[in-house]
T-cell receptor
Framework: SQQGEEDPQALSIQEGENATMNCSYK?????LQWYRQNSGRGLVHLIL?????REKHSGRLRVTLDTSKKSSSLLITASRAADTASYFC??????????FGPGTSLSVIP | NAGVTQTPKFRVLKTGQSMTLLCAQD?????MYWYRQDPGMGLRLIHY???????AKGEVPDGYNVSRLKKQNFLLGLESAAPSQTSVYFC????????????????FGSGTQLSVL
């Protein structure tokens, strides 16, 4: 499978703490994206990092990419209860396929 | 501007029945994708299309067919439904030729819950 792997599968933190999710993948990629899914809803795009970039920021989100290790991490700083959701990494390959990882379920406790 | 619309939202089929899921987008996107989501598996790519009249296989294409006769529509067909196809199906689109810097992200529909008994 070309799917990525994500860890942890589930993460529970207190409001105000930082949350870090990791993604590893197997194939070459053009870019890596992170998406968020609230329970029972469609996915919403959070941030994209291209294969020639190492780090990107957007508000409370920080994404890193290490193509030599085929891995990425998503950091959410100062988490809020509203950040409770599932987070998925998605890899765009050279054939325009977009392959998703299995996701990390984040619970932020008020 | 509706974005990506999936119909139907819910469907129950008996084993062996056929059905078609419709995905429509009004953003003039070139690329469209069909995924299925099962508990603990994330989203798995079934088929995708990079333009009108083109389709390609994803990770789990068996048991499904697709067609992209019009740019705005991407149809997913199940010819003979099986219980293993019980899942939530998501359609997504991306890539507008004239909006280079925003064309990589996927826009998702709200999903179709399909149960095959």
């Amino acid at each position: 499978s070309q799917q990525g792997e994500e860890d942890p599968q589930a993460l529970s933190i207190q409001e105000g703490e930082n949350a870090t999710m990791n993604c590893s993948y197997k194939t070459s990629i053009n870019n890596l994206q992170w998406y968020r899914q609230n329970s029972g809803r469609g996915l919403v795009h959070l941030i994209l990092i291209r294969s020639n970039e190492r780090e990107k920021h957007s508000g409370r989100l920080r994404v890193t990419l290490d193509t030599s290790k085929k891995s990425s991490s998503l950091l959410i700083t100062a988490s809020r209860a509203a950040d409770t959701a599932s987070y998925f990494c998605a890899m765009k390959t050279s054939y325009d396929k977009v392959i998703f990882g299995p996701g990390t379920s984040l619970s932020v406790i008020p | 501007n509706a974005g990506v619309t999936q119909t139907p939202k819910f469907r129950v089929l008996k084993t062996g029945q056929s059905m078609t899921l419709l995905c429509a987008q009004d953003m003039n996107h070139e690329y469209m994708y069909w995924y299925r989501q099962d508990p603990g598996m994330g989203l798995r790519l079934i088929h995708y299309s990079v333009g009108e009249g083109t389709t390609a296989k994803g990770e789990v294409p068996d048991g499904y067919n697709v067609s992209r006769l019009k740019k705005q529509n991407f149809l997913l067909g199940l010819e003979s439904a099986a219980p293993s196809q019980t899942s939530v199906y998501f359609c997504a689109s991306s890539y507008h030729r004239d909006r280079v810097y925003t064309n990589e992200k996927l826009f998702f529909g709200s999903g179709t819950q399909l149960s095959v008994l």
